[in-house]
């Protein structure tokens, strides 16, 4: 079962309010998104780190409902 952009959004802005988020379906399959998030709780963080933020955020659903997400993820400038 494929998951929908604005449910993926919406994960990660319940988690990070702040955050500027930009979904992308890449394949137009709804399994295949790029996501790029901006929010200030990546201050500090490696990418590694603010990858698995995101993760935590889509609460396990990376590799069931969501099999493929790009990230480009950042703080604010």
Do not use: C, W
């Not at 319940?14 to 929010?39: C, F, M, Q, S, W």
């Not at 780190?49 to 609460?59: G, N």
Request: negative net charge.
């Amino acid at each position: 079962m494929a998951m929908e952009a604005a449910e993926i959004e919406r994960l990660i802005r319940e988690a990070y309010p702040d955050a500027k988020v930009e979904i992308r379906d890449l394949a137009g399959d709804g399994d295949h998104y790029a996501a790029t998030v901006v929010t200030e709780a990546f201050r500090g963080r490696n990418r590694v780190q603010q990858h698995q933020m995101i993760y935590a955020a889509l609460k396990g659903r990376m590799g069931g409902e969501l099999h493929a997400l790009a990230l480009t993820t950042r703080a604010p400038d």
